[in-house]
Every structure is written in structure tokens, then in C-alpha cells.
């Protein structure tokens, strides 16, 4: 048995679960989600939690068994919390700012880079060098940041360019000096 699988998703007070067949729609004060899942696999609301099970142990029923009881769980927090990526613009010259619902980046090109903000997900830019994305889906809210961070990749020498936060950049050395050994 999965050990992720079978675990219950426990439904705090405030967010409404709505079962219809394999489609599961969670309501909460950060939103609405709703997913399509395996109709292989039974999903059933008991009480105030959500239980996954599976028909038998295929590979690939224990497989969907994790994957469908964590996607469900990761709605569930997304509609009550929340999920939020900070990213860290590094560079001389480099800067974010937001204008209107875009987020505008000088990333040392010969212009600016403009990305509009899209449904699901909100840009604030506290500071012009760092940059938080927020939004109920955990998976819109990582490719969103993946995509803006995928404008300047950080670079191993100087570091420049997009980061997540917290995220260790591996330093290279530069061209060594002639003659140097």
C-alpha cells in the first residue's frame, strides 16, 4: 500500500469539496480548483477528509495512488493558503518593477522584457530586485516563476540574473592569467 496514498486529506473549516465522478473541484477563500483524475481509482469524501483508494496493485494503479492523493492534498492548501515563489533579480543594472497588471524586467538586453501577469496568479515587486509570485495553484505558480526566471537564467561566473530564492548558484572560476600556474 502507498504510504502517501493512504493517508487522508484532512478538509479544514471554510473549504467546500465537490465530487463528481473522477473530477474533483475544491472551493476555498483563495479560490476554486478543479481536476480531472484516474477514473480507475475511487476517490470518496468521509466526513471533514478525503480518502484515495485503488482497485488493485497494478503498477500503474500504485503509481496514480500517490500522484492523486498529493494533487488533491496540494488543492486543498492552495485554496486556504496558498502558494508563493520569491525570486532574486542579481546584476548591475538589472531590475524589476511592475507596471499596470505586467511585470516589466531590465535584464541588460537592448529592451525591456514584458510579462503579463496571467489568470490565477498575482506579481508583487516589493523591492526592484526581487520579485514574489503567488497564487493558488501549486503548478501554475511554479511554471509562471520557472518561466520569468527562464528570461535570465543565473550565469556561474558573476551570477547575474534570475534566482529563486535561496537558491545556490555554483561559482566558476574565470580565464586564468597568462603564465599563471
Not at 125 to 151: C, E, H, L, M, Y
Amino acid at each position: 500500500m502507498s504510504r502517501i496514498g493512504k493517508m487522508p486529506i484532512t478538509v479544514p473549516a471554510g473549504v467546500e469539496v465537490k465530487i463528481d465522478g473522477s473530477k474533483v473541484t475544491v472551493k476555498g477563500p483563495k479560490g476554486e480548483l478543479s481536476r480531472e483524475f484516474s477514473p480507475e481509482l475511487g476517490i470518496k469524501l468521509e466526513g471533514t477528509e478525503i480518502i484515495v483508494t485503488r482497485p488493485d496493485d497494478q503498477k500503474e494503479h500504485r503509481a496514480l495512488h500517490g500522484l492523486t492523493r498529493s494533487l488533491i492534498a496540494n488543492m486543498v492548501v492552495g485554496v486556504t493558503e496558498g502558494y508563493k515563489k520569491v525570486l532574486e533579480v542579481n546584476g548591475v543594472g538589472y531590475r524589476a518593477q511592475k507596471q499596470g497588471k505586467d511585470l516589466v524586467l531590465n535584464l541588460g538586453y537592448s529592451h525591456q522584457v514584458v510579462v503579463p501577469e496571467i489568470e490565477g496568479i498575482s506579481i508583487e515587486v516589493p523591492s526592484p530586485n526581487s520579485i514574489v509570485i503567488t497564487g493558488a495553484d501549486k503548478q501554475a505558480v511554479g511554471q509562471f516563476a520557472a518561466d520569468v526566471r527562464k528570461k535570465r537564467p543565473p550565469e556561474p561566473y558573476k551570477g547575474k540574473g534570475i534566482k529563486y530564492e535561496g537558491e545556490h548558484i555554483r561559482r566558476k572560476e574565470g580565464k586564468a592569467a597568462k603564465g599563471a600556474k
